[in-house]
Each structure stands twice: as structure tokens, then as C-alpha cells.
């Protein structure tokens, strides 16, 4: 009696690629891929610190220089552009958007996902069809409605278009869907609990790790939106960070020490946000990807 | 906790104030009826109201009303115009060479930047896909470009892309290429500028879509992959044979996505001419697409009745391209088999 199977079998079955262990090219390229990711980020902190010689330099200056504070001092102090302002602005428009998204989102991902009412599969098509819209279409007769209720030039009118999306519903309800089990939310249902009740004590807690990530992406993305911030708050005293930094590049001769500086200071918050909840923000992306 | 609440029972404590308002008993226990009716009823319409509601306002009713306001004179700067344009805006849009011109870059830019996008996107998720270590770190160092602000990136790439002192020019100059006698103007011509901004896109939206990749990689069969090593497939060929089409939904997802926006592209071209609020992309317009021809039209040229009118040829565009792309993508990943 033959004891051993043959040995050759387990080398003919292929491995996945995710069981391969990587080897030294696959890391040269992720090195190489790593280095063209960073190095406009690390160069923008070069230029945020050097005078006006090091952009005037073969081979170019990929040394920081000491000038930091100089050149945010002077960003700061230039007087029509409300750097200091801008910055409290996105901080605002960004809280506020996300957290209206994260409670509104939650809601109705809620409503959709677990509660049985008229109509509600039609309805859901119609919040996942108007993810295809592309948002750009109407944004001149948005602007003519931002007019009649008074609301250009003012953050208002940033924030009102952002408080509740479709992509945040869509996530809410595919995650609630697959976290909540259905008997929880029925046995309190017995117990005569009302149904904000149930998404206070049963749905918030079990759907923490997605309003991590779903606020995530919802801060980055507003605090980076440009063109409709650029089309009703240029101008004003009240511009977004991004209006601002687009602004200290606006003029004939562009200082830009000074641009980049700008430019440096508005993507801290979201290298940092990237530090923390890269993990997250990662899940988000490749949760979004499998179920949509 | 929530046990002690149980429903209909006099004894419940006093808790929620508005419940327990004195009166008959049966008085209150319809009374709660009620709350419980409207609860299972109603109170679903009511949280999914304030999407239904905020997209009606600022979605839907602009989408609409911007058909309207395309048929009509809407000069900021003039409102003594005869109310109704009828087809007037359009029909000049058919001879506008601004418009053909924006289109054709928007085009250009937009096919430099798509398909070396989701090429190297597929690239990067498949090295992701190897067993690494610090596998997180690598991920999250992919969407470094994701969450910088387009706004940023555009000024860093802007001076990269200088004439004299930039960058690019001083890397071509080290393989030989143009080098400091000869250096290329990336503003001065159609190609070159679109190069430019291709870059830029490119290099904000690999990480993204890799990781969009790597998430559908990640969910293939493992079995699908003994097949290939029988028939002595290489990493190269399984990439190309068995990883793309069984992600084929994704990258469909991808391309579409592109297309959206990359036909609505309007912040890289905007800030990398130096005179950015003019809006022209370029002395001559080398680079400007139809998104910052709309911005141009509207809020330069204050004329709203025409930017509307160009926002609708973009939407049908946008319409044609998306399907015409999911067709293309639809065979060429999936009738490889």
C-alpha cells in the first residue's frame, strides 16, 4: 500500500496572486509608483520653504529651505485674498456637510435597508440612477436658483447642495443591510420601541465603522471641491480655501513660494485625515467598488 | 434596556414626556395607537425626505430648469432682452469654433488621460494584489494623490511644467530629450499642454482606481487560477487573460466614471494657465475644455442663456461617449476568453 499521494500535485495548483508572496520587482515598481504618488506633495513643501532663487535653479532644489514661516506669514497678510478666513471657511462647510451626510445618509440607508414601506424599491433605483447624473449639467440654472433665494457669495450656498447624497444613502443602506440583523430590529420593534429609537440604540452603534468612512470621504471630497465654490464665492470676502489658493495664484506676476504655501497649508488637514484614517478611507474605496 | 419599555403596559415609566400625558385610559392607548401607526406608516417617507427634497431643489429642478433657461436671453449684463431665444443658442453653438475647439481638447485630454489612467491603475492592483508586507501601508500610499486637493496639485504640476526652470523638462533633458537649449514650451502648443494636464489627471486617479481593482481582484475564485498555471500562463498573461475579464463589471464601472468626469474636466486646465481667471485656457485656447468654456460664457462673458444651452451638448456628449465607451470596454475585456 502506497502510503504518500504523489508529491507533484500541490506544484501544479496554481497559487492566486494574493497568495504569491511579492517579489523583489513587484516591490521596485510599488517603490517607484510610491515615489511618483509623494513627490509632488514633498515638492510642494520644498517650494513652501525656499525663497524665490530656488525655483530658478537646474538641477531644480529638492531640499526644504527655512523660509516657512516667511512665506505663510506673507500668504496670511495678503489682504484680498482671506487666507486665514478661507481656512475657517472650508473648516465649517466641511463639518457641517459632513455631518448633515452622515446623519441624513444614515436615516434613510436605514429606511431602505430594514423598514418595508410603499414603493420603496422604486425609489431606491431612483436615488442609485442619481449617482449618474453628472452634477456639472445644472449648475448655471443652480446658480440662477442660488440668485432668487439670495444665497451666492455665501457659504450657504456651498453647503445647502452637499447635505444629504446619493452615494451616501446607497453606502448606508448596502451596509445596514449586511450588519443589522433583521431579528434585532424586530425584537425591539416587540418591545414597543419607535423606529428612531431603534436607529438611536440598534442601527448608530452597529454602523460605526461606516460613518468613519463614509465621513472621511465626505470631508475630502467637499473640502476640495472647486468649481461651484469658485462660481458663487469668488469675489466675496467669504472664498473657500481652494478659492483662496486659486486666488494667490490670479494676477500678472504669480509669487509662488507664496501659491504653494497657500497650497501646503490646505492639504495639511487631509495628509493628516490620511494618517489617521487612511485605513478607512482605503475600506471605503474597495467596499464601494465590490458592491456597486 | 429598550425591555422595559414594553409597549401597551400602564405601568411603563413616565419616561418620554409626550407619551405619558394624563388622560383615559383608552384615550391614551389610541393615542399611542396612532404614534404607532404613523410610526410604521410614515416615518420611513420622512427619513428618506431630505434627499428626495434636497435633490429636487439643487438636482432635478436646475437639471430642468436649465432647459428653460437654454432657450432664453439670460444676460446677466443685459436684462432688457426679448424674454425667449428660441433655438437661437443653439443653433449658434453649431458655428461657434470656441465650442468645436473646446470640444476637440476636451477629447484630446480627455483620451491622454483615460486610457494610460486604467492601464496602470490595473497595473498597480495587480503588484497590490501580491502578498506584501506592510500591505496597508502601500494602500493607503496610493491614495496620497487621491486626497491631495486638485486645487494643490494643479499649482505643483503648474511650475513643473514650466518653460525654463521646470521639472519635466529638466528630467527629458537627462534621457537626452529637449534638454536647456531646446526646452519644450508645455503652454505653447495643443499636444504638449495636453500632456501636461494628462499628467495631472493621471497621476490624481491611478491610486483610486487601482484600489477599485484590487477590491474586484480580490473577490476572483481562487480556482480560476489553476487552470492557467496547467496551461503555464505567466503572471503577464493571467493578468491579461483571467484578472481583467473576471473584474470586467468593475472596470466597466471605471470607465464610465472616467468619462464623467473626465469630459467635465475643468479645475487642472483652469489653474495651469497662468492668467487663470480669463478662463481661456491658453493665449489661443490650446487647452480649454467645454466645462471652462462654460465657465467662460457664463461668468466672464455673463451670458447664462448660452452657458446652459453648452451645458446640454455636454450632457449629450457625455451621454454618447459614456455609452459608446461601455460598449468598446464591454468586448474588448470580455471577449478575450
Known amino acids: 500500500m502506497t502510503v504518500a499521494p504523489p508529491r507533484r500535485r500541490p506544484r501544479l495548483v496554481a497559487r492566486a496572486p494574493q497568495e504569491t508572496a511579492a517579489g523583489l520587482w513587484t516591490y521596485l515598481f510599488l517603490a517607484l509608483t510610491m515615489l511618483f504618488a509623494a513627490f509632488p506633495l514633498y515638492w510642494m513643501f520644498v517650494i513652501a520653504t525656499s525663497d524665490d532663487e530656488a525655483l530658478a535653479k537646474l538641477p531644480p532644489a529638492i531640499v526644504p529651505g527655512d523660509r516657512f514661516l516667511t512665506n505663510v506669514d506673507e500668504v496670511f497678510s495678503l489682504q484680498d485674498v482671506y487666507f486665514a478666513a478661507s481656512l475657517v471657511n472650508s473648516v465649517i462647510v466641511a463639518t457641517v456637510v459632513t455631518a448633515s451626510v452622515l446623519f441624513f445618509c444614515s436615516l434613510a440607508g436605514f429606511a431602505f435597508a430594514k423598514l418595508r414601506f410603499q414603493g420603496s424599491n422604486a425609489l431606491m433605483l431612483f436615488v442609485v440612477l442619481t449617482l449618474t447624473v453628472p452634477n456639472q449639467l445644472g449648475i448655471v440654472a443652480l446658480y440662477i436658483v442660488m440668485g432668487k433665494l439670495g444665497w451666492n457669495g455665501t457659504l450657504l450656498a456651498v453647503i445647502a447642495p452637499g447635505l444629504v447624497t446619493a452615494f451616501g444613502v446607497f453606502y448606508m443602506r448596502q451596509f445596514i443591510v449586511n450588519t443589522v440583523p433583521d431579528e434585532l430590529v424586530e425584537s425591539a420593534r416587540m418591545d414597543g420601541a419607535t423606529t428612531m429609537r431603534v436607529y438611536a440604540s440598534i442601527v448608530l452603534p452597529a454602523i460605526r465603522p461606516a460613518l468613519a468612512v463614509l465621513g472621511l470621504l465626505t470631508f475630502v471630497a467637499t473640502w476640495n471641491d472647486f468649481q461651484w465654490p469658485l462660481i458663487t464665492l469668488s469675489g466675496t470676502d467669504f472664498p473657500t480655501s481652494m478659492v483662496a489658493v486659486s486666488d494667490l495664484a490670479s494676477g500678472n506676476y504669480v509669487i509662488y513660494r507664496r501659491v504653494l504655501a497657500g497650497a501646503f497649508i490646505a492639504t495639511v488637514p487631509l495628509l493628516v485625515m490620511l494618517f489617521i484614517g487612511g485605513r478607512q478611507i482605503v475600506r471605503g474605496i474597495m467596499e464601494g467598488a465590490v458592491k456597486s | ?337
Not at chain 2, 425591555?3 to 384615550?27: F, I, L, Q, V, Y
Not at chain 2, 433655438?87 to 469654433?97: A, M, P, T, V, Y
Not at chain 2, 466597466?252 to 468619462?259: A, E, R
Open chain 2, 1 to 337: 434596556m429598550s425591555t422595559t419599555r414594553a409597549a401597551p403596559a400602564p405601568s411603563s415609566r413616565p419616561a418620554g414626556p409626550e407619551r405619558g400625558r394624563s388622560g383615559g385610559d383608552d384615550r391614551r392607548l389610541s393615542w399611542r395607537d396612532r404614534l404607532y401607526r404613523f410610526d410604521m406608516r410614515y416615518m420611513p417617507y420622512l427619513m428618506i425626505a431630505p434627499f428626495f427634497l434636497l435633490f429636487i431643489v439643487f438636482g432635478l429642478f436646475p437639471l430642468l430648469f436649465n432647459a428653460v433657461v437654454s432657450l432664453r436671453n439670460y444676460r446677466l449684463d443685459d436684462p432688457t432682452l426679448p424674454y425667449w431665444a428660441g433655438g437661437e443658442n443653439f443653433s449658434r453653438l453649431l458655428g461657434d469654433e470656441d465650442f468645436w475647439n473646446a470640444l476637440y481638447n476636451t477629447f484630446g485630454i480627455f483620451l491622454l488621460s483615460s486610457v494610460p489612467q486604467l492601464l496602470l491603475a490595473l497595473v498597480v492592483a495587480s503588484l497590490l494584489n501580491r502578498k506584501l508586507r506592510a500591505q496597508t501601508w502601500w494602500r493607503v500610499g496610493v491614495l496620497l494623490p487621491y486626497v491631495t486637493p486638485i486645487v494643490a496639485s494643479t499649482m505643483v504640476f503648474s511650475v513643473f511644467f514650466s518653460r525654463d526652470f521646470g521639472m519635466a523638462n529638466w528630467v527629458l533633458g537627462l534621457f537626452g530629450l529637449g534638454g536647456p537649449d531646446d526646452p519644450i514650451d508645455w503652454r505653447a502648443d495643443k499636444l504638449h499642454s495636453w500632456i501636461a494636464i494628462a499628467t495631472m489627471v493621471n497621476w490624481k486617479w491611478i491610486g483610486y482606481n487601482a484600489l477599485l481593482y484590487l477590491a474586484a481582484m480580490q473577490s476572483i475564485p481562487r480556482d480560476v487560477y489553476e487552470a492557467a498555471a496547467i496551461d503555464g500562463a505567466g503572471p503577464w498573461k493571467q493578468l491579461w487573460r483571467i484578472t481583467v475579464p473576471m473584474i470586467q463589471p468593475v472596470v466597466l464601472f471605471t470607465v464610465i466614471l472616467s468619462t464623467i468626469g473626465g469630459l467635465q474636466l475643468f479645475t487642472e486646465p483652469m489653474l495651469f494657465d497662468p492668467n487663470a481667471q480669463a478662463a481661456t485656457g491658453g493665449p489661443n485656447g490650446e487647452w480649454q475644455t467645454i466645462a471652462q468654456l462654460i465657465y467662460k460664457v457664463g461668468w466672464k462673458d455673463l451670458n447664462l442663456g448660452y452657458a446652459a444651452a453648452m451645458s446640454w451638448a455636454l450632457f449629450l456628449i457625455i451621454l454618447i461617449v459614456a455609452g459608446v465607451n461601455y460598449l468598446v470596454t464591454n468586448r474588448l475585456s470580455g471577449g478575450q476568453r
